[in-house]
């Protein structure tokens, strides 16, 4: 009985079906960088202090009506307070000139009830100066990219179910459908509730979009794999034999008589779902090694691409940075994927990542360039970490799970995502904080990789059983000794 990649073989590795189904699949999650970069700038907050309009003041106590504060040793207008505007007033009124007749730390302080005045000097507006998240409501900030994020998690859980069930293509067209509508309708928000809601189905979406087209990528639309997995025969060959037309090599007059259907259609029937990724031991360590180190890359690229804002002056320039990096980040991806091992590629990765994380706090303050080009070399790591990983998690899966998989995997690790913009607040407490966070994720993330199995230059298992067969390192915590243990009989006199 002929295996699926046997089956299929004739068709070669990158004809022009191939070539146009990949090209359609990349233009369907272009859109998506989009839309989560965007969030670097519309949730970034514009310089501001309390509004002061409306009322008779002086020049002098014009300017001096915001308090000035230290911030990271800088000396700025206060953010969140200015002093008692009937007290300025009555002063003012009486001629009284600040610093000079009155210690302005003498005079007490009140909160921006008045609103406040947002500098138009990078942004015309964001959704911090148009909604007021600033000062009380600060915390609003980040948790909107999170919200965002939440939604691509439960998108990663159930395109990942819908996919398995129903098929890849309709999946994906859904998905396409949910994220133009609500990209479109997050222009008329008209309160940050109305605009999270919005961003939430449009997270949802996006990362439905991405998972489905991800597997999509690795099979043909729609996948004959899963088709053949699903008893239908005549439609994966009709598939088979258009992509044969399209790479103009000649189909075999039968195709999938013999190409393992009816085992395929077996695992089928018996209706796997997500708890069969924990239910045997080898596949329960494999999901749960590869959530976490998943969950460690993902925490780390968008932890590291929202923190450019913070880079330069100009966000656009910290941006233009960040992105730049990218670029020989997936090339790396691609070389290491045609000639390196994949356990080995990953756990390279996270340790490139962690070194330079972990020396960034050793950078004095004067040679920022060089913290710059420290973090930038780890983000360059993590991203090239974070591609493969996309890669050898449909590797490792048969067939009838690889989407479940895939899709819970991205779910487990959308967790870091979702708290990468919360994780960056921490370093209101404590500068570094957040990178010696990640760096040691890093490091443990690597260790636990080492008991991945290896899937390089290996057939993609159609069954749990050949799943099963993959070699891998097995952790010496975790072997249980088989070695008999002697039994001593009881001296009967005794």
Request: glycine share 6%; net charge neutral; aromatic share 12%.
């Amino acid at each position: 009985m002929r295996d699926y990649a046997e089956t299929i073989g004739f068709l070669g590795q990158w004809g022009r079906f191939q070539q146009i189904v990949f090209f359609s699949l990349v233009a369907t999650i272009m859109p998506n960088g989009f839309g989560a970069f965007t969030l670097v700038f519309l949730t970034d907050t514009p310089s501001h202090h309390c509004l002061v309009s409306g009322i008779n003041l002086t020049e002098d106590w014009r300017k001096s009506v915001i308090p000035i504060k230290e911030v990271d040793g800088k000396q700025e207008l206060s953010r969140c307070s200015r002093y008692r505007l009937d007290v300025v007033r009555n002063l003012s009124a009486q001629g009284y000139i600040p610093g000079r007749d009155v210690n302005l730390t003498d005079l007490e302080e009140e909160g921006c009830v008045d609103g406040w005045s947002y500098s138009k000097d990078i942004y015309e507006s964001t959704i911090v100066s148009e909604f007021d998240l600033v000062c009380s409501n600060q915390w609003k900030q980040p948790f909107t990219s999170t919200v965002f994020f939440v939604g691509g998690l439960l998108g990663s859980f159930l395109s990942g179910q819908l996919s398995d069930r129903y098929g890849r293509k309709p999946v994906l067209f859904a998905a396409l459908a949910l994220q133009t509508v609500f990209t479109f309708a997050q222009v008329f928000s008209g309160s940050w509730i109305m605009f999270l809601i919005i961003l939430f189905i449009n997270g949802l979406g996006q990362m439905s979009n991405f998972v489905a087209a991800l597997v999509l990528a690795r099979l043909m639309p729609e996948s004959p794999r899963w088709l053949l997995s699903r008893g239908r025969v005549e439609e994966a060959e009709a598939i088979i034999r258009t992509a044969a037309k399209w790479n103009k090599v000649q189909a075999l007059r039968i195709i999938c008589e013999d190409c393992g259907t009816e085992k395929m259609q077996t695992h089928s029937k018996e209706h796997y779902n997500v708890f069969d990724l924990l239910r045997q031991s080898t596949m329960r360590a494999t999901t749960l090694i590869l959530c976490f180190v998943l969950f460690t890359m993902i925490v780390g690229y968008y932890s590291l691409s929202f923190n450019t804002a913070q880079l330069h002056e100009n966000p656009y320039i910290s941006c233009f940075i960040s992105a730049v990096v990218e670029i020989p980040a997936y090339i790396s991806s691609w070389m290491a994927l045609l000639y390196l091992p994949r356990r080995l590629s990953v756990i390279l990765t996270l340790v490139f990542g962690a070194v330079p994380l972990y020396l960034i706090q050793l950078v004095p303050d004067d040679l920022s360039n060089l913290a710059l080009a420290l973090e930038m070399l780890g983000k360059y790591s993590i991203t090239t970490g974070s591609s493969l990983m996309f890669a050898y998690t449909a590797e490792l899966y048969p067939t009838v799970l690889r989407n479940t998989a895939t899709g819970i995997s991205n779910t487990v690790s959308r967790i870091g995502s979702c708290i990468a913009p919360l994780l960056l607040s921490l370093g209101m407490y404590y500068k570094y904080l957040p990178y010696i966070i990640l760096g040691s994720l890093a490091v443990v993330a690597a260790f636990a990789a080492l008991f991945l199995p290896e899937s390089f230059k290996k057939p993609l298992p159609e069954t749990i059983e050949q799943m099963q067969r993959r070699e891998r390192v097995k952790c010496p915590c975790l072997t249980r000794n088989m070695t008999p243990v002697p039994v001593v009989p009881m001296d009967s006199s005794l």
